[in-house]
């Protein structure tokens, strides 16, 4: 089955600055990676999503990049703020069962 | 537009107990996800309905899980007996297509 791996599992920056979080997946045939942000205590909440026919999305502070050949992808958080700190997890929709599996998570602390 | 509704939030119970969450889905949405999220790690996929089929329960702990949506919309998953490591949020989510799934706030599980 896909296997998601998500690096790193915390990151701290300065507001301001930049965050990049980076998730290989494994089946070659997944065609939809969304990122979910989730604060303490509560849903995840889906922030952005690209689909493999796409190699870049952007929406506003952030932006997803898909690399096919390489199967991996990235969430970038530009001029991040302190509301911008929570967990963050990356998914892969694998087309061949059918289901989302979700990377281990990033937890993302911006300090004022 | 309501989202995902989930029932009870918190629930605490002795090992051994039988507990059981309820889940209402955002209307229409023909797919439906139970997750289980232990601290510190993504959700893990337990059953995926589709309207009241099952579509995949192959991480259901079938010999004390089991879950239900009799009637396409509503759904109810149930845990007897529990056991300490069962401890968790269980997440509900449901989606119009398979991919873009949106999740309820979860219910909480501490078994003593």
């Known amino acids: 089955g896909e296997n998601v791996e998500q690096h790193p599992s915390t990151l701290s920056v300065q507001e301001g600055d930049s965050a990049v979080i980076k998730c290989t997946y494994s089946?070659?045939?997944?065609?939809?990676f969304p990122w979910y942000k989730q604060e303490l205590g509560k849903r995840p909440q889906l922030i952005i999503d690209?689909?493999?026919?796409?190699g870049e999305k952007k929406d506003q502070r952030i932006a997803v990049t898909l690399n096919k050949t390489a199967k991996h992808f990235s969430l970038h958080i530009t001029e991040t703020q302190p509301e911008d700190s929570a967990v963050y997890f990356c998914a892969a929709y694998g087309a061949a069962g059918n289901k989302l599996t979700f990377g281990g998570g990033t937890r993302v602390l911006v300090k004022p | 537009e309501a989202g995902v509704a989930q029932s009870p939030r918190y629930k605490i119970i002795e090992k051994r107990q039988s507990v059981a969450f309820w889940c209402n889905p955002i209307s229409g949405h023909a797919t439906l996800y139970w997750y289980q999220q232990i601290l510190g790690q993504g959700p893990k996929l337990l059953i995926q309905f589709q309207n009241n089929g099952v579509v995949d329960d192959s991480q259901l702990p079938k010999d004390r899980f089991s879950a239900e949506r009799l009637k396409g919309v509503d759904s109810t998953l149930k845990i007897q007996p529990a056991k300490l490591e069962d401890s968790a949020v269980y997440l509900c989510?449901?989606?119009?297509?398979?991919?873009?799934?949106?999740f309820g706030p979860g219910t909480r599980l501490l078994v003593l």
């Open positions: 989510a449901s989606s119009p297509s398979q991919e873009t799934q949106y």
């Open positions: 690209i689909r493999s026919n796409v």
């Open positions: 089946d070659s045939a997944s065609n939809y």
